[in-house]
């Protein structure tokens, strides 16, 4: 939990995902993240996070469905969708 808190108040947008491995949209999402991964570099951080071991934060963040996408910037919440984003939108929303 420390090092998600110091990621998300970070000056570097932070994109997580909240997903569930039994999930079907989440699992049409990874290779969408990758492909995101591979065109911001590091000038965002992506971040999975899975519900069913991370219940605490999914809660503390309202996560009801999965895959929610949020966006941080600077601690604070920037952009949150839920459902299968395509990578340019996610982009847009990122830089």
Not at 39 to 68: F, H
Request: proline letters at 4%; glycine letters at 6%.
């Amino acid at each position: 939990m420390g090092k998600f808190m110091e990621l998300i108040n970070g000056e570097t947008p932070v994109l997580v995902d909240f997903f569930a491995t039994w999930c079907g949209p989440c699992k049409v999402m990874h290779p969408i993240l990758e492909e995101l991964k591979k065109s911001v570099g590091d000038k965002a951080v992506i971040l999975k996070v899975d519900i069913d071991k991370n219940r605490e934060l999914a809660s503390q963040y309202n996560v009801a469905s999965v895959p929610t996408l949020i966006v941080f910037r600077k601690g604070k919440v920037a952009w949150r969708q839920s459902g299968v984003t395509q990578a340019s939108d996610l982009e847009k929303v990122l830089l």
